[in-house]
């Protein structure tokens, strides 16, 4: 696993995970960057997703693929993260946490299913919807840690959009005794 701090729309690798939101059709930070550095193909793949297999959208854990249109991979991988509840009302928290568990275990199993060799992972939930980057940090490592081969491409690339979103990935690594370097 690496850990990079910078722009994800500039990764060369097979995929790029979408921290999307449940509508497919574009948005902002990362979801919106993806759209705009990818060119209409991207929106062009996510509005057929719509009209044929996601009438309703995406639903939050799930993931699905699209060309990656201009960038530099071959598929965006998008998924949907949970919103961060922000009290733990009769378990709330657990049940939200498992759906950004189920996010980051989605979108890794597919894009071995896919066969990409790497995949270029956002701090997803971290963003607009609210989680604790921390939390964000320590389950993302943990799902990519205990995801074997099957589950996951042989290189994880976490590319987060700021140094103190970096150090949190760093600071969970290391405090989980998980092997990831920054790059």
Known sequence: MELVTGDITAE????????????????????GAIHRAGGGAILAACRELRRTSLPDGLPTGDAVETTAGLLEA????????????????????ERRRALLERAYRSSLGLAA????????????????????????????????????????????????FSESVSRAFERAAREGGIPAHAV
Do not use: C, K, M
């Open 12 to 31: 060369r690798v097979d995929a790029i995970v979408n921290a999307a939101n449940s509508q497919l059709l574009g948005g902002g930070g990362v979801d």
């Open 74 to 93: 071959r598929w965006v991988i998008h998924t949907v993260g949970p919103v961060y509840p922000g009290t733990d009302a009769a378990g709330e928290l």
């Open 113 to 160: 299913a896919l066969g990409a060799g790497s995949v270029a992972v956002p701090a997803v939930s971290a963003g607009i919807y609210g989680w604790p980057v921390d939390d964000v940090a320590r389950v993302a490592l943990g799902v990519a840690a205990a995801a074997d081969a099957s589950a996951a491409p042989p290189l994880v690339r976490f590319v987060l």
